[in-house]
């Protein structure tokens, strides 16, 4: 297979876990298997196009890009199962914290290496804002979360986009 092709297949599934977790931010009546069938899809798709998006960029992200994509590789692999408590505490919560954390050091590195476009690195900073500062306030505190994800989503969708660009391929 070209190496195109499996940059456009990780800009796909970036587009699509992104989109996904962009929807999944607002209610969608759901059961709970058909919740979880969905979040295991989104943490698939964007774990294969994260795959993708740092490979494009590997060359210039140095020592913080590479040590944030393996944080966050990590982080997804903590969020990817069942709503379990093994431990004493929430690794879907924690490993969702670890992964906003890691993309935000994987979007320093992108934007202080001087990588286009930054739609994304802005997207996925505005979410960990977002994230940390409504959840600060009681009276928006609900939307953290939703608005998070939102906004993470939208940092998939813009990174996927640009891959799929890659090479001059729309």
């Not at 739609?119 to 959840?135: E, I, K, N």
């Amino acid at each position: 297979m070209k190496t195109e092709h499996l940059y456009r297949a990780a800009g796909w599934a970036a587009i699509l876990g992104g989109a996904a977790r962009i929807a999944a931010a607002f209610p969608l009546g759901l059961g709970a298997a058909e919740a979880e069938a969905l979040y295991a899809a989104i943490d698939i798709l964007l774990l294969a196009g994260l795959v993708g998006i740092y490979l494009d960029r590997a060359h210039a992200l140095g020592f913080l890009g590479v040590a944030s994509f393996a944080v966050a590789l990590a982080a997804l692999s903590l969020i990817g199962g069942p709503d379990a408590d093994p431990w004493g505490f929430s690794t879907y919560r924690e490993g969702a914290s670890v992964l906003a954390l890691a993309m935000a050091g994987l979007s320093i590195a992108w934007v202080s290496r001087g990588q286009k476009p930054i739609w994304a690195p802005l997207l996925w900073f505005a979410s960990l804002a977002a994230g940390g500062g409504l959840a600060q306030a009681p009276a928006l505190a609900g939307y953290a979360i939703p608005v998070a994800g939102a906004l993470f989503g939208a940092g998939f969708v813009a990174a996927g986009i640009a891959l799929m660009r890659r090479g001059g391929d729309p």
